[in-house]
C-alpha cells in the first residue's frame, strides 16, 4: 500500500487542521493506520491509531479529547481532526499502516508502510 498524507500548513494556537492519508494499492480498512509525529530534535511519537477493522481506537494522552481520527472507507482515506492546536504540536505528522491485527498496534515499531510527512506549525 501506498500512502499520501496532506493538510499540514501554519495555524496560530487554538486553531485547527485537518491532516489526510490517501491510500492506494491496498483497502485502509484492512489495516490498522495511524499518525505519528516528530517535533525537532525529538523522537517519533504515536499520535494517534485505528486498528485493522476499526474496534479500537488510540490516541496519546497529549491529545486526548483535541485530536480525532477516523477513516472514509469509500475514499480509502484516514483523516487527522487536530482542533485547539498548540505550539507543543508543531511536527512533521506521518501517516503509517499495519496490514497485521495486533494488541499494539499503537506502537511505531509494528508499522511497516509509511507515507511522507506533512508539517504542522502551530504559532503561540
Known amino acids: 500500500v501506498q500512502l499520501q498524507a496532506s493538510g499540514g500548513g501554519l495555524v496560530q494556537a487554538g486553531g485547527s487542521l485537518r491532516l489526510s492519508c490517501a491510500a492506494s494499492?491496498?483497502?485502509?480498512?484492512?489495516?490498522?493506520t495511524g499518525w505519528f509525529r516528530q517535533a525537532p530534535g525529538k523522537e517519533r511519537e504515536v499520535v494517534a491509531a485505528?486498528?485493522?477493522?476499526?474496534?479500537?481506537?488510540y490516541y496519546a494522552d497529549s491529545v486526548k479529547g483535541r485530536f480525532t481520527i477516523s477513516r472514509d472507507n469509500a475514499e480509502n482515506t484516514v483523516y487527522l481532526q487536530m482542533n485547539s492546536l498548540k505550539p507543543g504540536d508543531t511536527a512533521v505528522y506521518y501517516c503509517?499502516?499495519?496490514?497485521?491485527?495486533?494488541?499494539?498496534?499503537?506502537?511505531?515499531?509494528?508499522?511497516?508502510?509509511w507515507g511522507q510527512g506533512t508539517e504542522v506549525t502551530v504559532s503561540s
Open positions: 503509517a499502516a499495519d496490514a497485521y491485527y495486533r494488541d499494539n498496534y499503537y506502537s511505531e515499531k509494528m508499522y511497516n508502510y
Open positions: 494499492g491496498g483497502t485502509l480498512s484492512r489495516y490498522s
Open positions: 485505528i486498528r485493522r477493522g476499526g474496534s479500537n481506537i
